[in-house]
Each structure stands twice: as structure tokens, then as C-alpha cells.
């Protein structure tokens, strides 16, 4: 089987130092010896590399206007638009966090197309390692006749939600030809058709942070973080177990030590190819400013202030518990590195859902409002989806502190998170249609 290799590299500048580092590529290399670089575009904020880089793993490209095509072997056909991020795969509807757009006439595709839907969409074709950062790539030429249609069977009856309606005969004259109505599947089809309702199940990853041998935070009358988060995931999770189309999953149910890189990895796993989003519980100290107090909830970005840089110190230090664990908080490897680069492309959706935990805290919370925030926390890395870590007071408080411990508070935090939960998925993934049936609070 012939294979490519795609590694992830960055630029070295004049020194070899982490911090002399620039632009990430992606290195294509072959076999044969010969290879070529990528550069990965990171300026809208999210991943991405040229849509024809696919050419060189096989596929067939074509673009047409807002329309983009890719098809291999005569066996499979991906419908993307520029500008959105669904697309269609041989008729099935799919999302990526963020949409493929076009500067000039240069088309760029999330990298997270690579790395996350080719493996998982043709497993025996594409793998991907995460710890190497590697996509191993057989030549999509051996698709034909294993499995799904003949390359030369008959093309499937059109997609009806896919098909576009058919285009109106011209009024004048009579001799004039019709106007034809684009083929399924065609760069046309996929711009008339827009975005496909999703009505599938959605997927809740809840992850009380710490347990086992890792406490957490400790406040002023032994109060433990590690508690509170179970007491509160929990009660999350019976207050959205059995809504409809929701699915929901615990990363711990019990007092249980689980290392800070697995949660995300596990979290992901759980999901799937659904849509999903993870929840991490927290509970925040500041001993040395006792009166700091009130609620927070990040995502996953760079930390842009003191405050943010402190918090991402704090839940990060539990990496250090398991040394075989990958990665360090510091970035300091190309793993890290590449599960930062495709999570960035959940950061819109992460900040959404941050906002609204925010706005269903605050109904009941005493303390303030401290907003949503940013930083570089590892539990969030490697969760391939929209995620927050929330953090639901401050334990060093010492009229906060106790409260955390209380069972009203953990229902009520349990209850508000649930809510900002459900009103998520109202929106999400986009074209989902309204958040079918709730239940009054």
C-alpha cells in the first residue's frame, strides 16, 4: 500500500528554542523520499490548510463557485460550501466546527478534515496518531471494489434534502431550451441546498474535575474541590439524563482518580462523530486574596491575563501526578501542539456555551459574575468539541467557601447548568431547529 505521511512541524526561527518557533506547517512525506510543506493558515482562528493539498492524497477536487467537490475512486463524494460548516458525505450530513473559505482564488479546509474526519469516516484508509502527530494515507485508488458500490455501478438516486428544486422553464421563446436543474451532489447543489436540519442525538461528556489521590483545592474548613465537583456532576447528570435526544456520560461517578490528558481523550471517544460538549466541574482558590470570590467559566484559547495564567497553572498541576502522562501545559511538544491547533477550532462554540453558563449562574448564585475566560488548560485539550471548564466559586472565601459544600447549591449549580446545557443546543450544531421538548424549571 502506497502511504503519505502528514507530520505537523513548526518553522524554526534563528535558534532552536520553543519560543523561536512560528507559522506550523504540515509536512507531506512519501515513500519514495520526495516530500513537500504546507503551511497551516491560522488567521481567522482557527486551523486550516489548501483545499489542495487533497490532491496530493488522492482525491479529485473541483471548485465552482461557493461549491467544492471532492470525490475518490468513484466510490465517495464530499459536498462542501465556503462559508459553512456543513458538508456531505456520499449524502450524509455532517458538521465541522468552523466552515472552509477562499482568499483570492485559494479555497482552505479545517485541518480538522484531516485529522478528525478522514480516520474516522475511512478507518481502514486513513490513521491518524496523535501522540506522533501522524495521518498515514493508503491511495484512495483501493477503494475501488472493496466494499460500498462498484466504481462502475450506476450513481445513487439524488439526495432529496441535497437536490436542489428544480429551475423554472424561461418564459420566452418557446424553442428555448430549459434551464437545468444542478445534478445531486454538483458544487451547485450543495450552494442551493444550505444547511440540512439536524435532528440526531446530541451528546453531554460531564467531567467532575479531580477525585482519587488529586483533591484539588482544599478550603478553609476542609472542604474539598474534588466533592463538590462530583456533588454537582451527578446532579447534572440526572438533571439531563433521559431529556430527548440528549446523551449524557460522566467521566467519574465516584471518588476516582483520572489523569487530566484522558478525560478529553475519553470525552472524545464517547462522542463519536455526533455532535457533543464537554463539561468540566471546578471549584477555584486564591488563599492569598481571600475575599476573591464568584463564578468563571473558560475555554480553551490563550490565557490573556494574570488572573487567566494562574487558574491554567492551577488545574494543569495534576499533570504532574501521572508521569507517563503526553504533553505539558507549557507546549513544549508537537503533540500538544496539534490537539491546541484542531480544539481551536471549537473556541466560537466553547465561548458560546461559556456565556450562557455565566448567564444561568448568575440567577442564583451570591457571588459575582466574574465572566468568561480564556486559557491553555490541559483537560480541555484534547476534547475535539465545544468545552468549558467551570469554576463555581471560590473555597478560599470564607463566606463562599462554605456554601460550596451545601446541598442547595450543588442542585441549583447542577440545575443552571443544565439549563445553559439545553439552550446550547438549541443552536447547535447549527440548522438543529429549536431544542425540541424541555421541561419547565
Excluded: C
Excluded at 420 to 439: M, T
Amino acid at each position: 500500500m502506497r502511504r503519505v505521511v502528514l507530520t505537523l512541524l513548526l518553522l524554526a526561527g534563528a535558534s532552536t528554542g520553543v519560543g523561536a518557533q512560528t507559522s506550523p506547517r504540515l509536512e507531506v512525506e512519501r515513500e519514495d523520499g520526495t516530500s513537500s510543506t504546507v503551511a497551516i493558515r491560522l488567521d481567522r482562528g482557527y486551523a486550516v490548510v489548501p483545499v489542495g493539498l487533497l490532491d496530493e492524497l488522492g482525491w479529485q477536487v473541483s471548485e465552482d463557485g461557493g461549491g467544492v467537490v471532492l470525490s475518490a475512486a468513484g466510490e465517495i463524494t464530499v459536498t462542501l460550501r465556503v462559508g459553512s460548516p456543513f458538508f456531505r458525505w456520499d449524502g450524509i450530513v455532517l458538521q465541522m466546527s468552523d466552515a472552509p473559505y477562499r482568499v483570492g482564488s485559494q479555497t482552505f479546509v479545517p485541518l480538522q478534515f484531516l485529522s478528525d474526519f478522514l480516520p474516522r469516516r475511512l478507518p481502514g484508509l486513513y490513521e491518524f496518531d496523535g501522540p506522533s502527530t501522524v495521518l498515514r494515507a493508503g491511495d484512495p485508488a483501493l477503494l475501488r471494489g472493496q466494499g460500498g458500490r462498484p466504481a462502475t455501478a450506476a450513481a445513487p438516486a439524488p439526495n432529496p434534502v441535497l437536490a436542489a428544486p428544480p429551475a423554472e422553464q424561461p418564459a420566452t421563446p418557446a424553442a428555448a431550451p430549459p434551464v437545468a436543474a444542478p445534478t445531486a451532489n454538483s458544487a451547485e447543489a450543495v450552494r442551493r441546498a444550505g444547511a440540512s436540519p439536524y435532528d440526531g442525538v446530541r451528546v453531554v461528556v460531564i467531567d467532575p474535575g479531580h477525585g482519587g489521590v488529586d483533591p484539588g483545592a482544599l478550603g478553609p474548613e476542609g472542604i474539598r474541590e474534588k466533592t463538590v465537583a462530583l456533588e454537582i456532576g451527578l446532579r447534572l447528570a440526572a438533571y439531563l439524563d433521559g431529556r430527548p435526544g440528549l446523551e449524557v456520560h460522566l467521566i467519574r461517578d465516584d471518588d476516582t482518580f483520572v489523569d487530566v490528558w484522558e478525560r478529553g481523550q475519553i470525552a472524545t471517544r464517547t462522542k463519536g462523530e455526533r455532535p457533543g460538549i464537554f463539561v468540566s466541574i471546578h471549584a477555584n482558590s486564591f488563599p492569598a486574596r481571600r475575599e476573591a470570590r464568584g463564578f468563571e467559566t473558560y475555554f480553551l484559547s490563550d490565557a490573556r491575563t494574570e488572573h487567566e495564567r494562574r487558574v491554567s497553572a492551577i488545574e494543569n498541576a495534576p499533570l504532574a501526578m501521572n508521569p507517563d502522562s503526553n504533553g505539558s501545559p507549557e507546549g513544549d511538544d508537537l503533540d500538544f501542539i496539534l490537539r491546541d491547533l484542531v480544539n481551536y477550532d471549537h473556541a466560537h462554540w466553547s465561548a458560546d456555551l461559556a456565556g450562557l453558563v455565566q448567564s444561568e449562574l448568575k440567577d442564583f448564585h451570591p457571588g459575582p459574575d466574574r465572566g468568561v475566560k480564556q486559557g491553555v488548560l490541559a483537560v480541555l485539550t484534547n476534547a475535539l468539541m465545544p468545552s468549558v471548564l467551570i469554576e463555581i466559586g471560590y473555597l478560599s472565601n470564607p463566606q463562599e467557601g462554605p456554601i460550596l459544600a451545601q446541598s442547595d447549591f450543588h442542585e441549583n449549580s447542577a440545575v443552571a447548568i443544565g439549563e445553559a446545557v439545553l439552550r446550547f443546543f438549541e443552536r447547535y450544531p447549527p440548522g438543529s431547529g429549536g431544542g425540541g421538548d424541555r421541561e419547565p424549571r
